[in-house]
């Protein structure tokens, strides 16, 4: 299915800011900060793939994605500590990990075809 390109540059500030909260909502909640349990170490790998994983199959949407949490949510300034910050941040780098993976996944089988 292929569809126009989902371009997060250019949306709306009140989109883009709502999009911001949801996302930095997330990231926090999936991680073991926001599960209010006690863990020895950040782990946001299952629970953001689970997340991720229905947007994972559209391209336009996995670049779309990608963009808004290099360029957006790493920068993001919405945290209320120094610890939630670095959830953030983790839970940024892994979601750009996972789509990335995904872009490649999806290009790899679009050869096969």
Known sequence: ???????????????????????VTVLVASSSLGSGKKRSSVTTTLPLKKILEPACTFDNIIAGLQ???????????LTKDDKE?????????????????????????????
């Not at 569809?3 to 949801?22: G, M």
């Open 1 to 23: 299915m292929s569809s126009q390109n989902l371009d997060l540059v250019y949306l709306q500030p009140k989109t883009r800011t709502f999009l911001e909260i949801l996302l």
């Open 67 to 77: 963009y808004f949490f290099r360029k957006v949510i790493a920068k993001t300034d």
């Open 85 to 113: 910050k670095a959830v953030v941040k983790a839970g940024c780098n892994e979601a750009i990990r996972l789509l990335e993976d995904a872009a490649a996944g999806q290009h790899g089988a679009e050869d096969e075809d």
